[in-house]
């Protein structure tokens, strides 16, 4: 890999200020989903070393969490700049064990780093409150306060914003970090975490491990010292992390699976429809929470929605990331090919049809088809399942309630999308809704100052914006008499 700047391909992992190896010299291997080519490998840290990372991370906690938010936000500016400096490398390691696009990877970064930006000053705004007390002689405080050691577990299709979209929250108020990082992309994880070193963190506020999910999120979620586990992928896993940290009642951030509806309504500008549902849809080859699952299209614009949003997504070019022009990359592994495989022939055999498609790609590998089904059916699995690859099913409706209906079908509620000009119909959607987030005429919703999260079986707790802070503060309620 030709980097500018080396020394950011890291092979071991983060721990109290210094680089180190797994004692049993145990080791994961990484590889490319665009070739296949096994780039490196980093690793396998046991329960026991996790442990001991926690008892770090502890003791970097009693003295971080009395620094001042200024301090700490001087720390975190200098961490956001240079992963901005870095942007190029970052980039192209992001390429290489994810797959997706140079230019969408360095949107990415860029992203990640205005969470920190964002932090390092809306930390500072973390107030209190005097509340009237009704009792002569009393006065009610309130203060707020980290809430302590935080484990934080990231998925492979962000590497890089999903630790600071966390972390950066965690750290500006004045919690310190362990974060496991997906074992497919630990490099994008620690190259921030070489920043962050070089930034001037003291040794032990920002850790990363990598290893076995299982034995590190055990040890993650048992261990009394970590106050709070936020965690990011799927719901089957947030399901099992929830129960894990119930044994010392931590609080708990997840940021689970999605099936985003996508409503386009007959009032909708048609084109504006076409190029949200392309954002929405085949951002990351369709492997993001948030991207839409289904689109309904009403039955008087179905036919010129599905001829005008057909002719784009033919458009796309797919192949290596690192490739001039390429706009979609592979699928992260096999059992993802396999699974958009299966949704699909599963949609043709219960009455849908292949618009665009539809197979996998000439390119072999973990490349698929963009591709378009029109009439899909509520039979079909892709109506129910997340299905995170490049498919978009069509499906028309004939009014309002119906639709609502539909989108609201399911035990996920993360991101909503419809498109309308209508202004009572817009807030009458909007309120019906039940998403966490509802994008009306946008297919770009998230941005460091929105609170990021779902209802329902798409989780709790919220990333991004000042409601970001409360996830990894605790409230103390001071009563002071004798007054
Ligand atoms: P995805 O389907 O996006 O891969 P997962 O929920 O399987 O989502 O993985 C998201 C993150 O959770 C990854 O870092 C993965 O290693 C981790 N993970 C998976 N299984 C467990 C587990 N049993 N305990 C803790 N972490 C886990």
Known sequence: MELNNKSLFKEKC???????????GDFLE??????????????????DETKKVIENANDAFQTWKNTTAKERSVILKKWGDLIVENVEDLAKIMTIEQGKPVAEAKGEILMGASYIEFYAEEAKRVYGDIIPDPRPGKRIVVIKQPVGVVGAITPWNFP???????????????CTAVVKPASQTPYSALAVAELAHRAGFPKGVFNIITGSAKDIGLELTKNPMVRKISFTGSTEV???LMEQSASTVKKVSMELGGHAPFIVFDDADLNEAV????????????????????????????????????AEVKKIKVGNGLDEGVVSGPLIDKSSLDKVIDHVQDAVNTGAKIAVGGDVHSLGGNFYQPTVLSHVTTKAKITFEETFGPVA???????D?????????TPYGLASYFYSRDISRVWKIAEALEYGIVSINNG??????????????SGMGREGSKYGLDDYLVIKYISMGGI
């Not at 890089?160 to 004045?174: D, E, H, P």
């Not at 770009?444 to 079986?457: D, H, M, N, S, Y």
């Open 238 to 240: 947030g399901k099992i």
């Open 14 to 24: 983060y721990v109290n200020g210094s680089w180190v190896e797994s004692q049993s």
């Open 401 to 409: 309630e119906e639709v609502i209906n539909l989108a609201n079908d």
């Open 30 to 47: 990484v590889n490319n989903p665009a070739t296949q080519e096994i780039i490196g490998k980093v690793p396998k840290f046991t329960k």
């Open 393 to 399: 099913p069509l499906y028309k409706f004939s009014n």
């Open 275 to 310: 190029t949200g549902a392309m954002q929405s849809k085949f951002r990351n080859s369709g492997q993001t929470c948030i991207c839409s699952n289904r689109i309904f299209v009403h039955e008087k614009v179905y036919d010129e929605f599905l001829e005008k949003f057909s």
């Open 444 to 457: 770009l919703p998230t941005i460091a100052e929105i609170p990021f999260g779902g209802v329902k079986e």
């Open 160 to 174: 890089n914003s999903m630790i600071t979209r966390k972390c950066a929250a965690a750290l500006a108020v004045g």
